[in-house]
């Protein structure tokens, strides 16, 4: 079992950057493959970004491809999202997940068993 807490939300401009957190619980932070999603209002959770276990491989979606970083620091269990160039699309609830699939990393809300609570961001125009 793991649990996840995200932080780092919050009402940005466009343009602007923000970081997103998300703290695990646990001492086998390292065996997990790790990502981000977003549900966006009136839409359904999607993939954003995702990372092997050790860090050296990652994914991302194509909306976010370019502007967005994902990475991980095993010593401090934690998984972040750098966001730059935000854009009023990026506006929703950013989820973290987790999943000990022996896959490198997976892009599908069904590849990932524990999730955070998620973290609200806010972009206006």
């Known amino acids: 079992q793991v649990q996840l807490v995200e932080s780092g939300g919050g009402l940005v401009q466009a343009g602007d950057s923000l970081r997103l957190s998300c703290a695990a619980s646990?001492?086998?932070?390292?065996?997990?493959?790790m990502a981000w999603f977003r549900r966006a209002p009136g839409k359904e959770r999607s993939f954003v970004a995702t990372i092997s276990r050790s860090g050296d491989n990652t994914h991302y979606a194509d909306s976010v491809k370019g502007r967005f970083t994902i990475s991980r620091d095993n010593a401090k269990n934690t998984v972040y999202l750098q966001m730059t160039s935000l854009k009023p699309e990026d506006t929703a609830v950013y989820y973290c997940?987790?999943?000990?699939?022996?896959?490198?990393?997976?892009?599908?809300?069904?590849?990932?068993?524990?999730w955070g609570r998620g973290t609200q961001v806010t972009v206006s125009s």
């Open positions: 646990g001492r086998t932070f390292s065996s997990y493959i």
């Open positions: 997940a987790a999943d000990r699939s022996q896959s490198p990393y997976s892009v599908a809300v069904t590849g990932y068993e524990f």
